[in-house]
């Protein structure tokens, strides 16, 4: 019927030639998936600030959710996961915001945001620190 909601009946598969997974909405997917793991590693910690997470939807238009959530929570410092495209593969080198296997995309500045530099510093080091590859 017209104007009726639809889901789209989308699968998720691992090639394992590649050892890539294949499937749509990985930015929800996976912010979803660090968002319970954070939390659950820090369920027993002892800390000196309330921690809340939020979901939200709507990110593709002006960040319509994420606002309706900050409204909600009204949070000092908020970290967001979610995912840039891994575009290496089909842009040339100077449009490419992020690449596969190059590790996480820590996002300094959009249209929307700029980053605490002393922030960006902190994950940047804690990466560093960890031999996480970042982007």
């Known amino acids: 019927e017209v104007g009726a909601p639809v889901v789209p009946d989308v699968t998720c598969e691992y090639n394992e030639q590649t050892g890539l997974f ?3 909405a990985f930015d929800n997917r996976i912010g979803t998936a660090l ?3 954070t939390m659950k590693d820090m369920a027993n910690e002892k ?3 309330d921690v809340v997470a939020g979901l939200s939807s709507q990110e593709e238009v002006g960040d319509r959710g994420a606002e309706v959530v900050v409204r ?3 949070p000092d410092l ?3 996961f979610e995912g840039a495209p891994a ?3 089909v842009m040339p080198d100077y449009l490419i915001q992020s690449g596969l296997r190059k590790g996480p995309m820590l996002r300094d500045f959009d249209s929307t945001i700029v ?3 002393h922030f960006q510093r902190f ?3 804690i990466a560093k620190e960890n031999n996480i590859p970042v982007q």
């Open 22 to 24: 294949l499937g749509k």
């Open 35 to 37: 968002l319970a793991s």
């Open 47 to 49: 800390l000196d600030v």
């Open 72 to 74: 909600k929570i009204k």
């Open 78 to 80: 908020a970290i967001v």
């Open 87 to 89: 575009d290496d593969t």
């Open 115 to 117: 980053t605490n530099p």
């Open 123 to 125: 994950a940047l080091d």
